[in-house]
């Protein structure tokens, strides 16, 4: 019998890909789920029961959470990366390290081919087939829902038929939980005129009023919240995403272009995203220079972008992570946030390497490092090149 892995979710694409090819094709079936941290244990161990009743031979559960904070979610931090100034590239950046973990595990088994759920009209596809094209030269690609078209009523009526109760029809929505956000697609959102009601987002509002909170960077890595140092960088992320989501913070829409060319429109809720890079970005203003900031913004853009559209594995993303890190050598301190219901806002900064607190000057109110005279002299030589520039072109002051 051949062998495929499924990147197996537990959602309805997945479980018909692997009744279908266990029970239609004769395939000896390793459904493999890569969590990146957006599993329960009680998902996992549901995940595993539904394998094995929908035909798997074996099903193992890949953790790749450390690796993918490792080689993606700090240096997106580190670039405060939002596509189009709105979206931490939440579950899409998972993708990625799910079809790595994935292709790795079908090398392993010695796999004559590695299916997925993907359909043809998403980014997703395009985030497993290249990965898996790179990684796994020559193995089949088996795409069952894409390939037959086959709409979500056919997948559930054959998983019914074979004796596996699917509950996917009642979902309004179809979500994705990740430990950088959640994603949510269907129902209102394929309106263009509406919007998301309350009762669509998993995790609703429970406090009111406003708070402070407070975390802690070491050279652009979070350390600590509300003064409890993490080493474990994912018990970090999730204790500020229940701080976060308590007041709802993190709610949006993100409007894109889709790798294929289309648009797309995602909701999504990502509490700690957004605390996490709105506080680091705010720190990085008091201890990065002009150019810093400057630089460290084009690559970090380039970066997002090149991650969204499944270039990870280009080289250059490896350059691009090493100005990152290095950009962030002085980026130490804490930073005060005040957390209210739907938002927050910059509070202060404590950091040894605060450039506001220079001796040469304080902004506004005094200098210490030049005299007037100096201050006048650097001007007028400031104003040389457009007083040379208008001293030949007075008539465009008289025609504005």
Known sequence: MKKVVVAYSGGLDTSYTVMYLAKEKGYEVYAACANTGGFSAAQLKQNEENAYKLGAKKYVTLDVTAEYYAKSLKYMVYGNVLRNGTYPISVSSERI??????????????????????????????RFDMTFLVMCPGMEIITLTRDGNISRKEEIDYLNAHGFPADFAKLKYSYNVGIWGTSICGGEILDSKQGLPES????????????????????????????????????????????????????????????????????????????????????????????????KDQVANWYGMFLHESQYLEPVMRDIEAMLESSQRNV?????????????????????????????????????????????????????????????????????
């Open 97 to 126: 390290f799910q079809g790595i973990a994935i292709a790795k595990y079908a090398k392993e088994i010695g796999a004559d081919a590695i299916a997925h759920g993907s359909t043809g009209a998403g980014n997703d596809q395009v």
């Open 200 to 295: 669509a987002y998993l995790k609703q509002i429970s406090k009111k009023g406003s708070e402070i909170l407070t975390l802690g960077f070491e050279k652009g890595e979070l350390c600590s919240v509300n003064g409890k140092k993490y080493g474990d960088k994912i018990e970090a992320i999730n204790a500020v995403e229940k701080i976060g989501a308590a007041y709802g913070i993190g709610r949006d829409m993100h409007v894109g272009d889709t790798i294929i060319g289309i648009k797309g429109r995602v909701g999504f809720e990502a509490a700690a995203p957004m605390l996490i890079i709105g506080a680091h970005k705010f720190l990085e203003k008091f201890t990065l220079s002009k150019w810093q900031q400057y630089w």
């Open 332 to 400: 130490n301190g804490t930073v005060s946030l005040e957390l209210r219901p739907w938002s927050f806002s910059t509070v202060g900064v404590d950091s040894p390497d605060d450039l506001v607190a220079s001796k040469l000057g304080e902004y506004g109110e005094s200098q210490k490092g030049w005299t007037a005279e100096e201050a006048k002299g650097f001007i007028k030589l400031l104003s040389t090149p457009l007083r040379v520039y208008y001293g030949a072109h007075q008539e465009e002051f008289e025609n504005d």
